[in-house]
């Protein structure tokens, strides 16, 4: 990007911070909707994970944009595509399947912030006596995480199948 792009869309990242710190829509005082508390500093045999993750995250956001930039051009004006299939109706199909495919499993159903809010929530939390404690949709045995094969692997068919379908949707 050129340097006056980049310079514009600083100023306007600063604006929109300053506009969510001063309206503070989620009526927390703070600027996001999730947050992560870890009052430990990562061990050093921890940095490679992170790395590992910042590199397959990499890899799965240039997997998105190259498969939405196909998608796109499949469904932009004066396609084969789009002489065949109203907007109506390809919005409808779109919105049909993404209910169909989404309602089998618990972490697909709810609604994304719930299910980030219950990844990002201590399982303390949720054992809390707190008037509004988190749901964890079954992430916790008590306070203690829970972790299994199964749900390790649900987890992954969730993540896929929102992957999935984001692409078609934004595409």
């Known amino acids: 990007f050129p340097q006056k792009t980049m310079i514009r869309a600083f100023f306007a990242a600063v604006v929109a911070a300053l506009t969510l710190l001063w309206y503070n829509p989620t009526g927390t005082g703070k600027l996001t909707m999730f947050e992560s508390f870890v009052p430990d500093m990562p061990s050093v045999y921890e940095y490679p994970w992170f790395v590992a993750l910042g590199i397959m ?4 956001g240039a997997l998105f944009v190259h498969w939405n930039i196909k998608i796109s051009a499949g469904r932009a ?50 054992t809390s006596s707190r008037p509004f404690s988190p749901d964890m949709m079954g992430l916790c045995a008590g306070s203690e995480p829970m972790l299994s094969m199964s749900l390790v692997s649900s987890l992954i068919v969730a993540a896929a199948l929102r992957f999935l379908q984001m692409t078609i949707t934004f595409g």
Do not use: N, Q, W
């Open 77 to 126: 004006e004066g396609t084969d595509f789009r002489k065949r299939v109203p907007i109506v109706a390809e919005v409808a199909a779109i919105a049909v399947l993404t209910a169909v495919t989404s309602f089998p499993s618990t972490y697909t159903r709810e609604m994304s912030p719930v299910t980030i809010r219950a990844l990002f929530h201590s399982c303390e939390d949720a």
């Open 57 to 60: 995250g990499g890899m799965l």
